[in-house]
Nanobody, 130 residues
Framework: QVQLVESGGGLVQAGGSLRLSCAAS????????MGWFRQAPGKEREFVAA????????YCADSVQGRFTISRDGAKNTVYLQMNSLKSEDTAVYYCAADAPPPFTLMSYYSTVPDEYDYWGQGTQVTVSS
């Protein structure tokens, strides 16, 4: 099993920055593609960013392109989401997720679909004040 714990959320003013961390235990994350999702009240869970198993390929949703950066640190078994230029519409609970990709997929494989991820953290609240 993989246990994921997010941290780093909080209250920040519009235009500010936060860095979310996703610390894993149980297994190394090197074999998993990792993703960040967010969910606001009354809305569907939304893809934010993903990073491939190799760490060499990253992907961001259009809504956060140019503002958010996903990265991973294999030595710390941790995935990060650096969030800059935050907007009020970024307010949501942010979830870290791990994806064990199907066989024969490339190291660059990633998914934007929540149902394709196998493990989830408990979420961390990000609130951006206007």
């Amino acid at each position: 099993q993989v246990q994921l714990v997010e941290s780093g959320g909080g209250l920040v003013q519009a235009g500010g920055s936060l860095r979310l961390s996703c610390a894993a235990s149980g297994r190394t994350l090197s074999r998993y593609g990792m993703g960040w999702f967010r969910q606001a009240p009354g809305k569907e869970r939304e893809f934010v960013a993903a990073i491939s198993r190799s760490g060499g390929n990253t992907y961001c949703a259009d809504s956060v392109q140019g503002r958010f950066t996903i990265s991973r640190d294999g030595a710390k078994n941790t995935v990060y989401l650096q969030m800059n230029s935050l907007k009020s519409e970024d307010t949501a609970v942010y979830y870290c997720a791990a994806d064990a990709p199907p066989p024969f997929t490339l190291m660059s494989y990633y998914s934007t679909v929540p149902d394709e991820y196998d493990y989830w953290g408990q979420g961390t609240q990000v609130t951006v004040s206007s």
